[in-house]
């Protein structure tokens, strides 16, 4: 069964360090996503992607992150000078056009910022 | 008001017992509605979408009502291996971001 694929699945960086999680979502999937989860909160929406461009985001999605797909499988998030509240779980999650709109995680990315 | 709600549990029951979870939510234009597990650590993992005629699959029932912004998971004779956090996911619309509510711990014992 295909499944979303995220590396690296633990990061440890220093305050101020540009930072990039990556995922490569399911292979027919149209539709990408980024959730962060901190830890012992709930998963919040950061980010969704669609043809080539952001579609919609968060008010956590400042200008410190941006998204992208270099080269139509993987899916990126960069943060630019990241914070010690950037610590958190990192979700991607994909949907194929025309499903029941099921979305589907990667196993996480936890970011440490020290 | 939270946009989903839901209690936070813990629930602690025996093995075999039956339990409910309830979620609300705040948007009336919200259009799906999902039940996802979440083990310590780990990714949310889908359970089951919910319709308003109720689904079912196996020992799980889901159930909507629109008109109560209202939804709901029954478990039938839990396993150990239930033991996990429920979250109440609420499809926003648009381009389909997900909406999480915080969570219903469950711990089922021998």
New interface residues.
């Given amino acids: 069964e295909p499944e979303v694929t995220q590396t690296p699945s633990h990061q440890v960086t220093q305050m101020g360090q540009e930072v990039i999680l990556r995922c490569v979502p399911i292979s027919n999937h149209l539709y990408f996503y980024w959730y962060r989860q901190i830890l012992g909160q709930k998963v919040e929406f950061l980010v969704s992607f669609y043809n080539n461009e952001i579609s919609e985001k968060s008010e956590i999605f400042d200008d410190q992150f941006s998204v992208e797909r270099p080269d139509g499988s993987n899916f990126t998030l960069k943060i630019r000078s990241t914070k010690l509240e950037d610590s958190a779980m990192y979700f991607c999650a994909s949907i194929r056009q025309g499903d029941t709109y099921e979305q589907y995680f990667g196993p996480g990315t936890r970011l440490t910022v020290t | 008001r939270k946009e989903v709600e839901q209690d936070p549990g813990p629930f602690n029951v025996p093995e075999g017992a039956t339990v409910a979870f309830n979620c609300t939510y705040s948007n009336s234009a919200s259009q ?1 509605f ?1 039940w996802y597990r979440q083990d310590c ?6 359970l089951m ?1 919910v319709y308003s005629s109720g689904n079912e699959d196996g020992r799980f029932t889901a159930q909507l009502n629109r008109a109560s912004q209202y939804i709901s998971l029954l478990i039938r004779d839990s396993k150990l291996s239930d033991s996990a956090t429920y ?1 109440c996911v609420v ?1 926003a619309g ?10 219903t711990r469950l711990a089922v014992h021998p």
């Fill in positions: 799906s999902f650590r780990k990714e949310p993992k889908l979408s979250l499809n648009g381009y389909n971001k997900l909406i999480f509510g915080a969570g």
